[in-house]
């Protein structure tokens, strides 16, 4: 069993910050990468930001020099740090993490969601 439980989530109002927190416990071998997506109402569900074991990270076009993604591979955990926020901004952001819960079985997990409010 694994649990990714998310935290920081606020109503903030436009170029605000905010910033988030995941952490992933349970039965975990190895996390091979971990990020955050976010989804709009009526909206599909979308890539924000993800880093991998390694440190290497990805951006969505429209977060790109304002949020930063960086993780602490000691506590499982991946933050966010978003910045000059935007009311367009505004989703329930949820965490990924892409794991091994062994040697062999491997999987995709995620949070509950954290609800990110920027008002303009």
């Known amino acids: 069993q694994v649990q990714l439980v998310e935290s920081g989530g606020g109503l903030v109002q436009a170029g605000g910050s905010l910033r988030l927190s995941c952490a992933a416990s349970?039965?975990?071998?190895?996390?091979?990468?971990m990020g955050w997506y976010r989804q709009a109402p009526g909206k599909q569900r979308e890539l924000v930001a993800d880093i991998t074991r390694g440190g290497r990270t990805n951006y969505a076009d429209s977060v790109k020099g304002r949020f930063t993604i960086s993780s602490d591979n000691a506590k499982n955990t991946v933050y966010l740090q978003m910045s000059s926020l935007k009311p367009e901004d505004t989703a329930v952001y949820y965490c990924n993490a892409d794991l091994y819960t062994n040697w062999y079985a491997s999987g995709d997990y995620w949070g509950q969601g954290t609800q990110v409010t920027v008002s303009s």
């Open positions: 349970g039965s975990i071998f190895r996390i091979n990468a």
